[in-house]
Structures are given as structure tokens and as C-alpha cells.
Nanobody, 121 residues
Framework: QVQLVESGGGLVQPGGSLKLSCAAS????????MGWYRQAPGKQRELVAA???????NYADSVKGRFTLSRDNAENTVYLQMDSLKLEDTAVYYC???????????????WGQGTQVTVSS
């Protein structure tokens, strides 16, 4: 059983900062990629940022220069540092990972339960 446990959401004023964490636990052989998606009310879920096991990162254009994704491979944890937050960053943020549970088994998508980020004055 694999779990992704998120923390760090909350309410912040425009221009403020928040840091999200996501820890993967359970029967894990390897993690190919980890990252964050978000879904605002009435909108589709969208990629925010992702990082591969080798450290390559990919960011949505809307967050480039403001958000920083980092990964602790030893702890199976990713961190999303969100700075200069805007009203439009308000959404439920979901941790995502592609995880192999044993050798020879293809990676599978796993999702966290979601954490609310609200940017409001």
C-alpha cells in the first residue's frame, strides 16, 4: 500500500508565501517522478510542477519564477515553495507521484488527498 501525505496548505495574503510538503510511504521500490497539480473551482486539474528522480524539473508557465520544487530522495518527499502568491493561485493542491512497487512492475500514478491553498486579502 502506497500513501502520499500532504501538509502545508492554508490561507495567505497576496504576495505571501507557503510551503507544501508531500511524503510518500509504503511499499515503494522506486519513484520515477513526483510533483503537484492543482484544481480551482470550475476548472480542470492542471500541472503545477514536477521533478524526476534525476532532479529535472518542469513548471507551469503561470508559476515559473515564483514556485520552487525540490525533492529529498532519501525521504521520498517533495517540497513546493510558493512565493509571491496571487489570488489566482487559490486551489486545492494535489501531490502526485509515479511509483514502482517492485522490480519489473511499471510505474503507477498515485495521488494525495489534496490540500487547500487560499490566497485572499
Amino acid at each position: 500500500q502506497v500513501q502520499l501525505v500532504e501538509s502545508g496548505g492554508g490561507l495567505v495574503q497576496p504576495g505571501g508565501s507557503l510551503k507544501l510538503s508531500c511524503a510518500a510511504s509504503g511499499s515503494i521500490y522506486s519513484i520515477n517522478a513526483m510533483g503537484w497539480y492543482r484544481q480551482a473551482p470550475g476548472k480542470q486539474r492542471e500541472l503545477v510542477a514536477a521533478i524526476t528522480s534525476g532532479g529535472s524539473t518542469n513548471y507551469a508557465d503561470s508559476v515559473k519564477g515564483r514556485f520552487t520544487l525540490s525533492r529529498d530522495n532519501a525521504e521520498n518527499t517533495v517540497y513546493l515553495q510558493m512565493d509571491s502568491l496571487k489570488l489566482e493561485d487559490t486551489a486545492v493542491y494535489y501531490c502526485h507521484a509515479v511509483i514502482r512497487v517492485s522490480w519489473g512492475v511499471p510505474g503507477k500514478d498515485y495521488w494525495g488527498q489534496g490540500t487547500q491553498v487560499t490566497v485572499s486579502s
